[in-house]
Nanobody
């Protein structure tokens, strides 16, 4: 079993920044791509960003491209999501997830088999 523990999140004003962290319980997470998803009330869980096992490649949803940055520190078994220029429409519960694959190219929720507990991000003035 692989456990993912998230931290960060909270309330921020529009235009502000937040950083989410996701710590994995085992080093084997370094052989997997990692991703961030989000789910707003009444909506389906949607892809935000992925990063390959060795951070060679990253992918972003069009809605966050240029504002969010995904990164990983395999020595710390931790993945990060830096969120800048936040908008009210970014409000959601954010989830980190471990992919079944090493490639960052898989972006459906069904491509991920371990999930963090979720953390609320609220962007409001």
């Amino acid at each position: 079993q692989l456990q993912l523990v998230q931290s960060g999140g909270g309330l921020v004003q529009p235009g502000g920044s937040l950083r989410l962290s996701c710590a994995a319980s085992r080093r084997t997470s370094s052989s997997r791509a990692m991703g961030w998803f989000r789910q707003a009330p009444g909506k389906e869980r949607e892809f935000v960003a992925t990063i390959g096992a060795y951070a060679v490649s990253t992918y972003y949803a069009d809605s966050v491209k240029g504002r969010f940055t995904i990164s990983r520190d395999n020595a710390k078994n931790t993945v990060y999501l830096q969120m800048n220029s936040l908008k009210p429409e970014d409000t959601a519960v954010y989830y980190c997830a471990a992919s079944k694959y090493a490639s960052a190219g898989y972006r459906r929720p069904s491509d991920f088999d371990y999930w963090g507990q979720g953390t609320q991000v609220t962007v409001s003035s």
